[in-house]
């Protein structure tokens, strides 16, 4: 086993240095993500303040005001960078978290955290989520910087701590105590995706308006408490098993939004063949029609996901030893709800698919309050809308409901529009490797997204 660690080292070590000496990417842009992600980030612990100091004397140098906040845990830090305007308009906001999710590293094909370059692509822990994105925030924000451009409104880059998971010291932590930093008209976060066809041109550009909200579920079966010699039929495990056995038969109904609806049809318009009428299908009012295209829709598992309030057992615990049957048992199940949807509607729902007294369905927490669609007709989504066809021509452009969870709740929980997008364009394989092995952005990518966020900026911030 050490041996063979030891020989994966060696092998990361060499392919650091045949890539990143010799191959150092000339885009500014890919340059700067592969300092970040030589920053390892993997969170927990984070350590993002390290991503802090990386960035904030290059902010300095180039005019812009720089406050790093620490956070009680140390090493962990958010770092605001502000280039002034005239503040005749409010300011606007690109948000970027600095954490990354671990690797598992034995099946990475190179270092996950030396920044490889190779075959046009940058490859890396957070290539894709989300320091990709932050590289492309960071440089469009420095464009204006250099270039000199007369400002109207503030623009403000924020590097995030604590994004990968719940975690104490969010975006909601920094909300709750600095406000008035991050306080903005609208802002930019992950969220959205510029989909590429495997012929390298953009399908479609989605720009989320929402995030599905996840909520926790307790199941908790009851029984008696007993030498496990003598079973008896009310026991708790079993009694579990049969609950989550009736929910994983159980499928929720076809619920769209504005913009899920909006999204579908853009699908059905840059799809060809059966997949197109699905998708058209979806939209329409003839239930045996939904049921139909749900039923092909379904088999892509995001597509699955955005349509409909998703239910997902996660975590398990019952007994404690081996001669005991216990009395209760308790499985978590994870509930992602689309905008709108009541939480109590959902818990009545599983309950009834339980259908047994002897297992109690109950809310883990009290549900936040419920967080604000952000408005398409925004001067913002207005701009990032207009540059995307300017872009990617021929592109539809779709607003979108992330199916997981951002931090822009705490902007759009206080009223700010937020917008997310993954600002460059990637294919399904480079979709599949996000959060999983070989992460990857290609160098094109990475340009044409610097200057599509770029000409946004001077579109909605600079001064005519
Ligand atoms: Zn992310």
Redesign the pocket.
């Known amino acids: 086993m050490r041996r063979y660690r030891l020989l994966c080292c060696v092998g990361f070590a060499a392919a650091v240095g045949r890539y990143s000496e010799a191959q150092a990417p000339q885009d500014p842009t890919a340059a700067l993500l592969v300092d970040l992600i030589r920053v390892n980030t993997s969170n927990p612990p984070g350590n993002e303040g390290a991503i802090a100091e990386l960035l904030a004397p290059r902010f300095r140098a180039l005019g812009f005001e720089v406050d790093i906040i620490p956070t009680p845990a140390p090493g962990k830090a958010h770092l605001i960078a502000r280039l002034k305007g005239n503040g005749s308009k409010r300011p606007v906001l690109l948000a970027a ?1 600095a954490d990354v999710v671990g690797v598992e590293r034995e099946k990475w094909t190179v270092d996950p955290f030396a920044g490889v370059v190779s075959n046009g692509y940058v490859f890396g822990r957070g290539a894709i ?2 320091k990709g994105g932050m590289a492309v925030f960071a440089r469009a924000v420095m464009l204006l910087a250099e270039r000199k451009v007369p400002l109207a409104r503030d623009v403000i880059f924020l590097a995030e701590a604590d ?2 998971g719940a975690l104490p010291y969010s975006t909601s932590w920094l909300a709750n105590g600095y406000w008035p930093k991050i306080d903005c008209e609208f802002a930019l976060n ?1 969220g959205g995706w510029i989909i590429k066809r495997p012929n390298g041109r953009v399908q479609y550009v989605s720009i989320s308006t929402a995030d599905k909200i996840p909520i926790g579920i307790v199941l908790t079966a009851h029984g008696t408490s007993t030498h496990s010699s003598m079973p008896r039929p009310d026991n708790a495990i079993f009694s579990l098993a049969r609950a989550l056995a009736r929910l994983s038969e159980h499928e929720t109904d076809v619920k769209l939004t504005p913009s899920t609806r909006q999204f579908f049809l853009t699908l059905a318009k840059t799809t060809d063949g059966a997949m197109a009428e699905h998708f058209r299908n979806l939209t329409s009012d003839d239930p045996e029609l939904v049921r139909r295209a749900d039923r092909a829709i379904s088999s892509d598992p995001l597509l699955h996901a955005i349509m409909r309030n998703t239910i997902a057992p996660v975590l398990i615990n019952g007994g404690f030893r081996g001669n005991v049957i216990p009395g209760s048992a308790e499985a978590t199940v994870n509930v992602r709800l689309i905008p709108g949807t009541d939480p109590a509607d959902v818990l009545r729902e599983i309950q009834r698919v339980v259908a047994d007294s002897t297992v109690d369905v109950r809310l883990l927490a009290s549900p936040a309050a419920p967080v604000p669609v952000s408005s398409d007709t925004t001067a913002l989504y207005r701009a990032l809308e207009h540059e995307a066809r300017v872009q990617f021509p021929g592109a539809e452009v779709t607003s979108y409901l992330f199916q997981a969870g ?1 931090d822009a709740g705490a902007w759009r929980s206080r009223g700010v529009p937020v917008y997310g997008i993954y600002p460059y364009p990637i294919d399904a394989e480079d979709l599949k490797r996000m959060h999983g092995n070989d992460e990857r952005v290609s160098i094109e990518s990475l340009r044409q997204g610097t200057e599509m966020i770029y000409r946004t900026l001077v579109a909605i911030a600079g001064r005519r």
């Open positions: 978290h989520d989300f994004e990968e992950e951002t």
